[in-house]
């Protein structure tokens, strides 16, 4: 049985920093891309970041650029997602998601329940 379970979500405040974790298992982790997303209250559940099966590409949203980073440990069968300079509009649940294709676009991006794999989420609140 394949499971995706996000961890490192909380409070944080505007300005600061977060690593959001996601653990595999029940999949051969190295063959897969992964993938974040996240769904604000009342908004669809949208793009963040991908990265390849070996790590060696990424791509991500424009609302994050320059403000994340995704990387992976496939030793560990896990995916991070670095979130520096936090904004309220990074107020979200995160989902991390698992499929063997890595899909470089950022714009015309599969959507979540496209992904062949996807974990429940964790929440992460942005406050002043």
């Known amino acids: 049985q394949v499971q995706l379970v996000e961890s490192g979500g909380g409070l944080v405040q505007v300005g600061d920093s977060l690593r959001l974790s996601c653990a595999a298992s029940?999949?051969?982790?190295?063959?897969?891309?992964m993938g974040w997303f996240r769904q604000a209250p009342g908004a669809e559940r949208e793009f963040v970041a991908a990265i390849s099966w070996s790590g060696d590409r990424v791509s991500y949203a424009d609302s994050v650029k320059g403000r994340s980073t995704i990387s992976r440990d496939n030793a560990k069968n896990t995916v991070y997602l670095q979130m520096n300079s936090l904004k309220f509009e990074d107020t979200a649940v995160y989902y991390c998601a698992a499929d063997p294709t890595y899909y470089s676009g950022a714009m015309y991006h599969p959507s979540f329940y496209e992904y062949e794999y996807r974990g429940q989420g964790t929440q992460v609140t942005v406050s002043s």
């Open positions: 029940g999949l051969t982790f190295s063959s897969y891309a």
